[in-house]
């Protein structure tokens, strides 16, 4: 029987990070301290080796397969670079997004300026068309 949950705090389990020094970035569960805490890692990402509470991460759809419980880090290092996690990561709607808001954060005025303008031609180009396309089915 499936239940109702897809992503379950395991061994392997990859991690968003979102308070802390840290947040933003990705990090691997290697051991599980109790019901609120587990030992996080990500060497391809700079997260040192930390005990992290649930509150302050987020679990990915991501998981490594067959990772020993605390495993160490040139070890998890090898393994994320032979599964391609952190490029798994990056082909993510949820990551894409992140970045995008993190570019547009980072806008100046005048390049807002300029996404409004190109925008707008967009979506005259667009109502053009469709105008077009109204008038032929009529």
């Known amino acids: 029987m499936q239940g109702s949950f897809k992503r379950l705090v395991e061994v392997g389990r990859v991690v968003l990070i979102t308070h802390g020094e840290d947040a933003g970035k990705i990090a691997t569960i290697v051991d599980i301290v109790d019901h609120n805490r587990a030992i996080v890692d990500g060497p391809t990402t700079d997260v040192k080796r ?7 991460v987020v679990l990915t759809d991501i998981v490594v397969k067959g990772l020993p419980r605390t495993i160490g880090t040139k070890a998890l290092a090898k393994f994320l ?11 993510t709607a949820w990551a894409q997004k992140l970045e995008a ?8 005025d005048f390049d807002r300026f300029k996404l409004m303008r190109l925008k707008k031609q967009q979506r005259d180009i667009v109502n053009r068309q469709s105008a077009v396309l109204r008038k032929e089915r009529a």
């Open 50 to 56: 930390q005990i992290i509470t649930y509150k302050n």
């Open 81 to 91: 670079e032979k599964e391609q996690v952190v490029e798994a990561w990056q082909k």
């Open 101 to 108: 808001r993190k570019r547009r954060a980072n806008m100046s």
